[in-house]
Nanobody, 125 residues
Framework: QVQPAESGGGSVQTGGSLRLSCAAS????????MAWFRQATGKEVEGVAQ???????TYADFVKGRFTISKGNAKNILYLQMNSLTPEDTAMYYCVVRASQRCFYRFEADYYEYWGQGTQVTVTS
């Protein structure tokens, strides 16, 4: 059973930066798709960024140029560097995994089998 665990959320002012981390335990196979989703209060969950087995990355339009997804030296570690944050980025951020499959540029929430508990990001004006 794969279990992602996020950390690094917090409160920051507009224009600030945060780096989220995710450690996904339970892997027995290195090939997997990992991604970040978020959900703001009263809104649907939405895909933010994904990184594929080969390192290929895809971003939602609303974070392009501001957020960077990357993997750590250990393949089960995932990061999301968030810069130029705005109040619209306020949400619970989730680390998600599709094990043993490529991402295929998919941002449907139900494509991802494993979800962490989330880490709250709050951006104040």
């Amino acid at each position: 059973q794969v279990q992602p665990a996020e950390s690094g959320g917090g409160s920051v002012q507009t224009g600030g930066s945060l780096r989220l981390s995710c450690a996904a335990s339970g892997y027995t196979y290195a090939g997997h798709c990992m991604a970040w989703f978020r959900q703001a209060t009263g809104k649907e969950v939405e895909g933010v960024a994904q990184i594929d087995i080969d390192g290929d990355t895809t971003y939602a339009d609303f974070v392009k140029g501001r957020f960077t997804i990357s993997k750590g030296n250990a393949k089960n570690i995932l990061y999301l560097q968030m810069n130029s944050l705005t109040p619209e980025d306020t949400a619970m951020y989730y680390c998600v995994v599709r094990a043993s499959q490529r991402c295929f540029y998919r941002f449907e929430a139900d494509y991802y089998e494993y979800w962490g508990q989330g880490t709250q990001v709050t951006v104040t004006s």
